[in-house]
């Protein structure tokens, strides 16, 4: 056993010598727009196959109010179009037809009489040209805004509740919908599906009711309804927060209920609850152990068997969609606004203070990280998982992930769907895992369910001052010399 470890130790010093799990890892594009801007007045977005990107900017300064958005295909600008008035919350469709921008209110809040002088709620282009298709103008409604567009742009779900032709905004539908406060929306790849979940709200002196609402595209009134949290007194009603995703065929809902304010003790514990569309009962639920914690962002591969969420206790745990036990969890240590996950379900992308990272939700492992040094406002992930779009307060970043087998390490130990670890996994055995010591310098290894570790004398200095992990898709090899001086010896 000793010669194994040895022999582990020097691919370690191998490994270490070829660098970080972060080295060399940079941008392959950047982007920080000539208008100053300010948070939730920069946004981007990237199409399924990330050859698209679109960016949002303005400053918002009454009717001095400028803004921009910018189309980018294959990192290079294709088209920009001023509106004169802050341009945000942008989408573009999963095939990169269609692009929809918001603007601001600002002009027509100091004025609404002054419908001449009020931008337009949005804008629909085509992403091959820079004029929009159409606008949603202030005096057509008096609140509109699209909340999620289909896979193939053909559809938009807008606020009231609405279904509209992207194309030139005819309705298609109009739902019966009475969530009022804090709703959050989303569709099906082909618009057949929709869900909605917020609160309904009479009078402000009423319980506020929590409630999920889930449609077929061919119905006007809700296929099913789930109730609950009433809140007692909701003058200064806040939250909780909802957070929702669907699957791409509509069958699978994830509904993550988040931080509450102002419930008089009424929100409950966060949790997630996982619905299939045939019915309002829970396929199942998850709460956390820790009743402080709270889920920040939930999200589905496309065919809905895998959820990621991410959370306030600096956690992203990953489900499969057949149990309630996390498959792994994985600790970030600080905490996680937001976590998405790639349309097969192989990559996760998430950051934590400055620093954007990937995963390979096979085995956890990270794949890269990078440190941006200031504050991230929102993450994406192209549905093919081979891009990744950060946005700061006034930057947008673009990254490849690492997509090749070497990197994701096929011959690692593997969980059965919907396995469970325990949280805290930093004693968990498995053979060929590898951890460092408590002493911060040796390293061990599992072999037939005990760790092994490696007796050096340290000094300040060796091995992990780093923060130094090896690639997990090493340790096969180092496992394979390992056994083979076991052969020679016995």
Not at 141 to 162: K, P, Q
Not at 330 to 339: H, I, L, M, P, R
């Amino acid at each position: 056993m000793r010669s194994l470890l040895f022999l582990l130790l020097a691919g370690f010093a191998l490994v270490l010598m070829a660098g970080e799990v972060d080295a060399g890892k940079e941008p392959v594009w950047t982007f920080t727009p000539e208008i100053p801007s300010s948070p939730e007045q920069l946004s981007a977005t990237i199409s399924g196959d990330g050859e698209y990107v679109i960016v949002s900017a303005g400053r918002d300064s009454g009717r001095n109010s400028d803004g921009v958005v910018y189309l980018f295909r294959n990192n290079t600008l294709l088209w920009n179009y001023t509106e004169g008035d802050t341009a945000k919350n942008s989408l573009i469709s999963e095939n990169g037809d269609y692009v929809i921008v918001h603007h601001a209110r600002a002009q027509c809040e100091m004025d609404p009489n002054d419908h001449a002088h009020c931008p337009p709620y949005f804008s629909v282009f085509r992403s091959e040209n820079g004029t929009p298709l159409w606008q949603m103008e202030w005096n057509v409604s008096g609140s509109s805004r699209v909340h999620d567009i289909t896979a193939d742009g053909e559809h938009i779900l807008v606020s009231g509740l609405h279904l509209l032709r992207s194309g030139n905004g005819t309705l298609i539908s109009n739902y019966t919908l009475d969530i009022n406060r804090g709703g959050s929306f989303a569709i099906s790849a082909d618009g057949g599906y929709f869900v909605v979940a917020g609160y309904a709200i009479q009078h402000a002196n009423e319980s506020a009711e929590g409630k999920i609402t889930f449609f077929s595209k061919e119905n006007s009134t809700p296929l099913w309804e789930y109730r609950f949290m009433p809140i007692r007194n909701s003058i200064t009603f806040q939250g909780p927060e909802m957070h929702v995703s669907i699957s791409e065929d509509g069958t699978f809902i994830a509904i993550a209920k988040g931080e509450g304010h102002d419930c008089n003790g009424d929100c409950g514990s966060s949790k997630i609850y996982l619905f299939n569309k045939e019915s309002n009962a829970t396929v199942w639920e998850y709460t956390p152990t820790d009743g402080g914690t709270f889920f920040n962002s939930i999200a589905m591969s496309s065919d809905g068997q895998y959820i990621t969420a991410s959370a306030s206790d600096g956690k992203i745990y990953l489900f499969h969609r057949d149990s309630n036990s996390p498959i792994w969890v994985y600790d970030a240590e600080e905490e996680v606004s937001q976590a998405v996950i790639s349309n097969d379900g192989k990559y996760i992308a998430s950051f934590k203070d400055g620093y954007v990272f990937t995963l390979a939700t096979e085995n956890k492992t990270l794949l890269w990280e990078y440190n941006i040094g200031i504050s991230i406002e929102h993450i994406e992930m192209s549905t093919n998982g081979k891009y990744v779009i950060v946005t700061t307060q006034d930057t947008v970043y673009l990254f490849e992930n690492m997509l090749d087998d070497e990197n994701i390490g096929e011959e690692s130990p593997k969980l059965e769907e919907g396995a469970s670890n325990t949280e805290d996994e930093s004693d968990l055995c498995q053979n060929g895992y590898i951890k460092m010591a408590d002493d911060g310098c040796n390293q061990c290894v599992c072999s037939e369910g005990e760790w092994s570790c490696t007796e050096m004398d340290c000094e300040p200095g060796d091995i992990n001052d780093s923060g130094w992990i090896p690639s997990i898709s090493l340790i096969p090899a180092l496992i394979s010399i390992g056994l083979i001086a076991l052969r020679r010896r016995y």
